[in-house]
């Protein structure tokens, strides 16, 4: 069934390339401006340089003392406080670019780690305030309140991970029916964390980079591209209510997402909470991107994606409380 599926949706795609090229040719430029103007500025310098840090072990070598300082039972691994802090600051995917390459390296275990990237793995705040705050919403909107509606959930599932993850022996745990605790402890294969050793830094290390970081922007390159095509063949649908064509095309791809709802005429209300809860889900474009970046970790899509759920249905519950403060 998911074959026919997947070559349903494939047959779709390629005859609507054919029948409508400008479409198609104009979609594609829009996600590639995308692309080169906004994603690889911001992400390829850090992505090289992230690459050089954890491969030449000064990372490890840092955080390795700060173990020390962490409770032995508070469930948490020093080393994430580096994709944890970076991927907030900098924006997605560059959270989960750097849960991949601490695994990889062995500097973390498995432990947690879809529970993590989905914490991780947001759009940076200067996405939010710049171009959601001031270019698309255009001050409408206090930027405190935007913050606290996107990051809110993610920030508060992170300071109760902890407890939740002692809950083992918990009424939810047992009967298996609480799909957030399935997330949190679903056993992976673990990764024996490599010791502490010294750093050490070569032309090789920061060659590899290099070419590490220009083949993740090429890969996120490719995903825009192909949700951006999705996103312009379904906006060409004749009678579609302009809250669900905005509600499906954030669903697809956040950018064109928030921009077709500020264009759809729906009132701030509605606008608010539908901008809020596809920047927290972060989109199917962010979805594939993510899982082609964790490909060689313990990575659980459906993990991943009952977290981002919970994440945006209340991301839209706290900006609907928010904006009635105005």
């Not at 074959?3 to 104009?26: E, N």
């Not at 029916?177 to 750093?199: D, F, G, H, I, Y």
Request: charged share 10%.
């Amino acid at each position: 069934m998911r074959k026919i599926i997947v070559f349903i949706v494939l047959t779709i795609f390629i005859v609507y390339c054919v029948c409508f090229p400008r479409q198609m040719a104009a979609s594609c430029a829009s996600g590639l401006a995308l692309w080169y103007q906004n994603v690889v500025p911001t992400l390829l310098p850090f992505s090289i340089l992230s690459y050089i840090i954890i491969h030449s072990n000064l990372y490890h070598a840092l955080f390795s003392k700060i173990c020390g300082i962490l409770p032995s039972k508070a469930g948490f691994e020093a080393e994430l406080l580096y994709p944890l802090f970076f991927g907030f600051l900098f924006g997605f995917p560059i959270g989960a670019k750097l849960m991949a390459d601490l695994y990889e390296t062995g500097h973390i275990t498995g432990k947690g780690i879809s529970f993590y990237t989905g914490v991780c793995n947001q759009f940076g705040p200067a996405f939010v305030i710049n171009y959601i705050g001031f270019i698309q919403l255009q001050g409408l909107v206090p930027i405190p309140y935007l913050l606290l509606s996107i990051y809110g959930p993610s920030i508060a599932l992170l300071i109760l991970f902890p407890v939740m993850a002692q809950l083992k022996n918990g009424l939810f745990y047992r009967t298996g029916k609480n799909p957030l605790l399935q997330t949190l402890n679903r056993k992976v294969p673990e990764q024996q964390k490599k010791p502490a050793s010294r750093s050490y830094l070569n032309f090789k290390i920061i060659d590899t980079g290099i070419i590490n970081g220009f083949e993740t922007m090429l890969r996120i390159a490719g995903y825009i591209v192909l949700f951006s095509i999705l996103s312009g063949a379904l906006n060409q649908l004749p009678g579609q209510h302009a809250c669900f064509s905005s509600l499906v095309t954030g669903l697809l791809e956040v950018t064109t997402g928030v921009n077709k709802t500020i264009s759809s005429g729906l009132s701030l209300e509605v606008m608010f909470c539908m901008i809020c809860g596809t920047v927290s889900f972060g989109g199917f474009c962010g979805l594939f991107q993510t899982k082609a970046i964790m490909k060689n970790c313990p990575f659980h899509i459906s993990s991943y994606i009952v977290l981002k759920l919970c994440c945006a249905m209340v991301s839209a519950c706290i900006a609907y409380v928010c904006i009635w403060q105005l």
